[in-house]
């Protein structure tokens, strides 16, 4: 394969030797308006050489060489453990960003990746400033007859830097991040005014990274209505609707639906451990509460698992591969899931999601698929689970008052709720429930945006 690279003459505009190679008018539609305004020295090519001189106004690449499959980056960054990188022809062509192959506007890809021809080749590079071009051998394998066009594709140096390594991809993503674990004494409680959280972009970006970091956060001046909870909530992303509503109130009621609704103690749990996808962040504002007892409790799971690792390695081993089952069986409805109580590796996460918890014992159902051996292994580490749960060390205890909202990772913090004397006065909490992919949404933004800060 020969690929002649063409590098920007720096020195002058005119033609600087018998080798200068100017590309037609024709082949350059997709291209942007200076291709055509300046000439081109043909360099040697990549099976002579294997290497591409670098335009002087560029300062982040060091050189860059192809072979038969990819293009090679070497980079000049003395802090960085990537020093070089590799591009495959298919991805490149794959992941052009001109406004043929990504809508300007809504930003989606105008193809599909099966439309990449395999044998898909670079005719020439140039590698000039900020900009890497490609002019391609032949077009999409649905425009194949169609066009004698020849594409020509535009990646900025930084996008191509952005995807140097699986590290600097998941940096862009804020997949490298990690959570800080706590217990009782460590974790301190901070309060977020909610006029801040509703009108900033520091005090929304407080409650994501809190969210994040901790799992657990806490708004004060929340006004007393039934309406503040959702308002609060999609201040992050659009409510997640389920089969008690919008929202819902926790109040003791008779003869009621669910365990929260009585003035029982209410151990810790997850909610909706028995749907396929439950919901990832929680919210319960409190409207009223003069009772005696009734005070909002929580650990945070991921600690619990760290110890449970630690001390008793092959029960953890056992509730990592063992699926728990959770079911809803009341009102109506057969609500049934399985699923393993730790759950971790997840590696399209990267290591800031890798990891959760499932744990609602109250909606725990039968575990008919084990056999008596592995029922005896699995109880054994599910109650070495639950004791840790239970250490008063782990768990943090806060009675909300009225205009004050808790906001929890569903899918790591447990949650529960002292017992209280109903006869003693009033306590009603209203909640509601949002995705966790809108967390990591506006985590990403924001963090875009201000940064990402491990200790707030």
Same mark, same amino acid.
């Given at each position: 394969?020969? #690929?002649?690279?063409? *590098?920007?003459?720096?020195?002058?505009? =005119?033609?600087?030797?018998?080798?200068?190679?100017?590309?037609?008018?024709?082949?350059?539609?997709?291209?942007?308006?200076?291709?055509?305004?300046?000439?081109?020295?043909?360099?040697?090519?990549?099976?002579?050489?294997?290497?591409?001189?670098?335009?002087?106004?560029?300062?982040? *690449?060091?050189?860059?060489?192809?072979?038969?499959?990819?293009?090679?980056?070497?980079?000049?960054? =003395?802090?960085?453990?990537?020093?070089?990188?590799?591009?495959?022809?298919?991805?490149?062509?794959?992941?052009?960003?001109?406004?043929?192959?990504?809508?300007?506007?809504?930003?989606?890809?105008?193809?599909?990746?099966?439309?990449?021809?395999?044998?898909?080749?670079?005719?020439?590079?140039?590698?000039?400033?900020?900009?890497?071009?490609?002019?391609?051998?032949? $077009?999409?394998? &649905?425009?194949?007859?169609?066009?004698?066009? @020849?594409?020509?594709?535009?990646?900025?140096?930084?996008?191509?830097?952005?995807?140097?390594?699986?590290?600097?991809?998941?940096? /862009?993503?804020?997949?490298?991040?990690?959570?800080?674990?706590?217990?009782?004494?460590?974790?301190?409680?901070?309060?977020?005014?909610?006029?801040?959280?509703?009108?900033?972009?520091?005090?929304?970006?407080?409650?994501?990274?809190?969210?994040?970091?901790?799992?657990?956060?806490?708004?004060?001046?929340?006004?007393?209505? !039934?309406?503040?909870?959702?308002?609060?909530?999609?201040? #992050?992303?659009?409510?997640?609707?389920?089969?008690?509503?919008?929202?819902?109130?926790?109040?003791?009621?008779?003869?009621?639906?669910?365990? +929260?609704?009585?003035?029982?103690?209410?151990?810790?749990?997850?909610?909706?451990?028995?749907? !396929?996808? $439950? $919901?990832?962040?929680?919210?319960?504002?409190?409207?009223? =509460?003069?009772?005696?007892?009734? +005070?909002?409790?929580?650990?945070?799971?991921? @600690?619990?698992?760290?110890?449970?690792?630690?001390?008793?390695?092959?029960?953890?081993?056992?509730?990592?591969?063992?699926? +728990?089952?959770?079911? %809803?069986?009341?009102?109506?409805?057969?609500?049934? %899931?399985?699923?393993?109580? #730790?759950?971790?590796?997840?590696?399209?996460?990267?290591? +800031?999601?890798?990891? &959760?918890? =499932?744990?609602?014992?109250?909606?725990?159902?039968?575990?008919? &698929?084990?056999? $008596?051996?592995?029922?005896?292994?699995? %109880?054994?580490? /599910?109650?070495?689970?639950? !004791?840790?749960?239970?250490?008063? &060390?782990?768990?943090?205890?806060?009675?909300?008052?009225?205009?004050?909202?808790?906001?929890?990772?569903?899918?790591?913090?447990?949650?529960?709720?002292?017992?209280?004397?109903?006869?003693?006065?009033?306590?009603?909490?209203?909640?509601?429930?949002?995705?966790?992919?809108?967390?990591?949404?506006?985590?990403?933004?924001?963090?875009?945006?201000?940064?990402?800060?491990?200790?707030?």
């Amino acid at each position: 394969m020969t #690929i002649p690279f063409l *590098v920007r003459s720096l020195a002058r505009r =005119n033609i600087v030797a018998s080798t200068t190679t100017r590309l037609s008018s024709s082949s350059l539609k997709c291209a942007s308006s200076w291709i055509s305004r300046y000439s081109y020295t043909t360099a040697t090519t990549a099976e002579q050489q294997g290497k591409v001189n670098v335009g002087q106004n560029n300062n982040k *690449v060091l050189s860059t060489e192809t072979d038969k499959d990819a293009l090679h980056v070497k980079w000049n960054k =003395n802090d960085s453990a990537t020093k070089s990188s590799a591009y495959s022809y298919l991805w490149l062509r794959d992941n052009c960003q001109c406004n043929q192959c990504v809508h300007p506007d809504n930003r989606q890809k105008l193809h599909s990746s099966a439309d990449i021809p395999l044998d898909i080749a670079p005719q020439s590079i140039t590698l000039n400033g900020d900009t890497a071009e490609i002019v391609w051998n032949k $077009p999409l394998r &649905h425009q194949q007859g169609k066009t004698t066009e @020849q594409h020509v594709s535009q990646y900025p140096v930084e996008f191509l830097e952005r995807y140097a390594s699986h590290e600097s991809s998941e940096a /862009f993503r804020f997949n490298h991040i990690r959570p800080q674990t706590w217990d009782r004494d460590q974790y301190k409680l901070k309060w977020v005014n909610y006029e801040d959280y509703m009108n900033t972009d520091q005090g929304l970006h407080e409650v994501v990274q809190r969210l994040y970091n901790y799992g657990l956060v806490f708004i004060d001046n929340v006004p007393v209505n !039934d309406e503040s909870v959702t308002t609060v909530a999609e201040r #992050i992303g659009p409510v997640q609707e389920t089969f008690y509503g919008r929202d819902f109130d926790v109040k003791n009621i008779a003869k009621s639906r669910n365990i +929260a609704y009585t003035s029982l103690y209410l151990g810790f749990h997850m909610d909706l451990m028995y749907l !396929d996808c $439950p $919901p990832g962040i929680q919210l319960l504002h409190s409207l009223k =509460n003069n009772v005696t007892g009734g +005070a909002s409790i929580f650990v945070d799971s991921y @600690q619990a698992v760290k110890l449970l690792k630690e001390q008793y390695p092959e029960d953890y081993d056992m509730l990592c591969k063992t699926p +728990a089952t959770f079911h %809803y069986i009341n009102d109506g409805h057969h609500m049934y %899931y399985r699923r393993p109580t #730790i759950v971790t590796g997840e590696d399209q996460s990267g290591p +800031a999601w890798d990891m &959760h918890v =499932n744990y609602a014992p109250q909606f725990q159902g039968p575990m008919d &698929h084990l056999s $008596p051996s592995e029922a005896t292994r699995y %109880y054994r580490a /599910f109650q070495r689970f639950a !004791d840790l749960i239970e250490d008063d &060390h782990l768990r943090y205890q806060l009675t909300l008052q009225p205009g004050q909202l808790v906001m929890f990772a569903n899918r790591r913090v447990l949650h529960g709720r002292t017992a209280f004397d109903a006869t003693s006065g009033d306590r009603h909490l209203k909640g509601t429930y949002i995705g966790l992919d809108s967390l990591k949404d506006k985590l990403r933004v924001l963090g875009q945006q201000y940064g990402f800060d491990p200790t707030v």
